[in-house]
């Protein structure tokens, strides 16, 4: 009931940036959490950085200082703006979101995009 549409993934040189986009939509009545994973080739999915929607980032160790999350609540979306890539940044990246659908028991989702290829290369 809830979809992840995720754009802005492509073939980038190390040193430069792309900026990855989500949109959520369906039944939503609130988003709780949005974020990226992502699966690199032959590796588990992995956390890259995820926002609350008190507006609250977290992010892996591996990107800190080179990835800025942010959201808007209002229009349930989220972006990822990735600075410095490098070729280990090169992964499949997924968006992420949970919250309470809009039905009367406001059942939780957890819904996944279908993935955004990044590869950085020369």
């Known amino acids: 009931q809830v979809q992840l549409v995720e754009s802005g993934g492509g073939l980038v040189q190390p040193g430069g940036s792309l900026r990855l986009s989500c949109a959520a939509s369906g039944s939503i009545f609130s988003i709780n959490v949005m974020g990226w994973y992502r699966q690199a080739p032959g590796k588990e999915r992995e956390l890259s950085a995820h926002?609350?929607?008190?507006?609250?980032?977290k992010y892996a160790d591996s990107v800190k200082g080179r990835f800025h999350i942010s959201s808007d609540n209002a229009r349930n979306t989220v972006s990822l703006k990735m600075n410095s890539l490098k070729p280990e940044d090169t992964a499949v990246y997924y968006c992420n979101a949970a919250g309470l659908i809009a039905n009367i028991d406001l059942p939780s989702f957890y819904s996944w995009g279908q993935g955004t290829q990044v590869t950085v290369s020369s």
């Open positions: 926002i609350s929607s008190g507006g609250k980032p």
